[in-house]
């Protein structure tokens, strides 16, 4: 039975929540180190760094591997569902972003497993688990629109870095908070895109991300994990 639309939105609110026990808080991807090297260093460079990744970085990327899991997920293809992890696990640039990743989704796939022990039993992979495929199982289960799942994906994504941002550069909340208003508009057009991609349109262009995640790994002082 289909659930109503409140049950989705309410699924929806829980999953991309800040208060998700994930670890999503401990991670910076790159961005400490960023600020460590100026790149980065107030509202209007955290601002044009955030709307590059929304338009050609690895966010994307994800994003629409996990739609391609949630479509999986619908069908009950297992193999598709390896597939695209595999291939994401492959496409992570540094250790330290892909073991953010594979932490945050065997984190999701726990409480996964926890909720819906029924349903999640057949479809859930063993060993590592990339975030963005977890996610994407545990929404085509929980029935959520994928096109808000998008939206909802990116605005995390957004939310955890700026919250990041705050404490590092460092910004005011208020300021953190305007910030993340003035993102909608790129976050709905990355979702946009998203939505449309072919599998061999699939594509990121985040060298600089890599290059400050790889730096991180050595930095001297750090608050966050990568």
Known sequence: MLKDNRHQVLSLLQ????????????????LETLVE?????????????????????????????????????VRSDRAALIYWNNWLSAARETSELRASSWQMGQSLMGLLLALKPIEAQ?????GECNYAVSLGIFAALE?????????GYL??????????????????????QILLHELHASIS???????SLEDDDLSSCSWGLS?????????????FRS
């Not at 509202?43 to 591997?65: D, N, P």
């Not at 605005?155 to 953190?176: D, F, R, Y």
């Not at 790889?214 to 930095?219: G, I, N, P, W, Y």
């Open 189 to 195: 057009d990355a979702a946009t895109k998203i939505i």
């Open 37 to 73: 090297w100026g790149t980065i260093r107030n509202r209007h460079t955290f601002k044009h760094w955030l709307e590059q990744e929304l338009s050609y970085g690895a966010i994307c990327l994800e994003a629409a591997v996990m739609l391609r899991t949630y479509e999986a997920t």
């Open 122 to 126: 057949n479809i859930c992979l063993e």
């Open 155 to 176: 605005h995390s994504w957004a939310t955890n870095l700026i919250t990041a941002g705050v404490k590092l550069i460092p910004l005011g909340q208020t300021a953190g």
């Open 15 to 30: 999953l991309v929540s800040p208060a998700l026990p994930v670890g999503a808080y401990s991670y910076s991807e790159g």
């Open 211 to 223: 290059l400050a995640s790889m730096a991180h790994e050595t930095q001297y002082t750090r608050l």
């Open 143 to 151: 029935q959520i629109n994928p096109q808000s799942l998008i939206l």
